[in-house]
């Protein structure tokens, strides 16, 4: 019996990579000006849709394990 597997990535856009971009080519792509940085109006958008700028907190280990 055969099995076939199809792989969903090849027909999804590849991903960006953002270390192959030139610094000076980045704010523009991503609708910044490097001098004034993120509008209040924008960053509150990204927020909204990313969430917060923050990794989650570990939890800890109990000392009895």
Do not use: I, Y
Not at 2 to 11: G, I, L, N
Not at 26 to 55: I, K, Q, T, W, Y
């Amino acid at each position: 019996m055969a099995v076939q597997v199809s792989d969903t990535r090849e027909h999804q856009a590849p991903e960006r990579h953002w270390f192959a971009v030139p610094p000076e080519q980045v704010p523009g792509e991503l609708g910044v000006d490097p001098a004034s940085g993120l509008s209040a109006g924008r960053a509150a958008e990204l927020l909204a849709a990313n969430g917060p700028n923050a990794l989650p907190e570990e939890k800890t280990k109990p000392r009895w394990r």
